[in-house]
């Protein structure tokens, strides 16, 4: 089956998928509600305020701004690339897996592309959840210029489906939970790092921001900090297009190979 029969096999049913993970969710939305709530106060202590007195202001795209503003939005696009990507890993396999879910759901009506469609829809879901929690307390510190930080939340959808799509993929060939550690440690934690959140790719040298530039989290990294930081940064539209690009490419990919998972 190709990429677009698989696509077009998706229906109004993918909802019926998306709703039964949100209704899981509302019955320990307060387990989940604390994190995206809480997380942002503790980096603006302890990043923000404990390391970013001791750098002062920094220079970025020309403009000088406080280590605070500059890492509030790197805050932002760690949360989405990890409320999505761990939703769909871990959250997914164990439906997968353990609880034999998708199993249950596949004996229904729904096709299968409706299953893996919903999973994701659901991943995108809690990124964009999260995104806007912290937004709200982002704000409250001062750090979100509006209304250009509103497009945080479309950014968050965009950005989300990416990393939940990348997620599926990971579920789709992890013969075990235990190998998400492969995935985690070569590919989501150098993002975290290395992706423009925390410091300017432009310290880096060369070899090394061209690597950054191809890393997904990147280019949210900037669209988001631009929007919270109320400025056009450099390069907005190239990200933006990346973004969607791969977007759709991993979302593909995750509806094929995790067909070809689930159907055997």
Known sequence: MTALQA???????????WRRDLDVYLTTWKTNFLPP?????????????????????????????????FMAPGVLAVAIMFWSFFENTYASF???????????????P???????????????TKSLLASVIMLGVLTGFGLVAYPTGLWV???????????ASLGMICTAVTP????????????VFP????SGTFFPIDILPEWARILAWILPLTHVSLLVRGSTLGWYPDGA??????????????????LLLMKRRLVK
């Open 237 to 254: 539209v190239w990200s933006l297009l990346y973004l969607t690009l791969v977007t759709a490419a991993a979302f593909l990919v995750a």
């Open 153 to 163: 939340v479309p950014l968050a959808v965009l950005g989300g489906l990416l990393f």
């Open 110 to 124: 729904l096709l299968v592309e409706d299953v893996i469609a919903g999973e994701i829809l659901w991943g995108t």
């Open 7 to 17: 696509v077009r096999n998706i229906s109004r049913l993918t909802l019926r998928v």
């Open 191 to 194: 993002m975290f790092m290395f």
């Open 176 to 187: 075990n939970i235990d190998t998400f550690n492969f995935p985690i440690f070569v590919f």
């Open 94 to 108: 164990v439906r997968m897996y353990y609880q034999r879910t998708f199993d249950a759901m596949m004996a229904t």
């Open 37 to 69: 709530l809480l997380e942002p106060v503790f980096y603006v202590l302890a990043f923000g305020l404990g390391i970013g007195s001791l750098i002062g202001d920094l220079v970025y795209q020309g403009v000088t701004v406080s280590y605070l503003r």
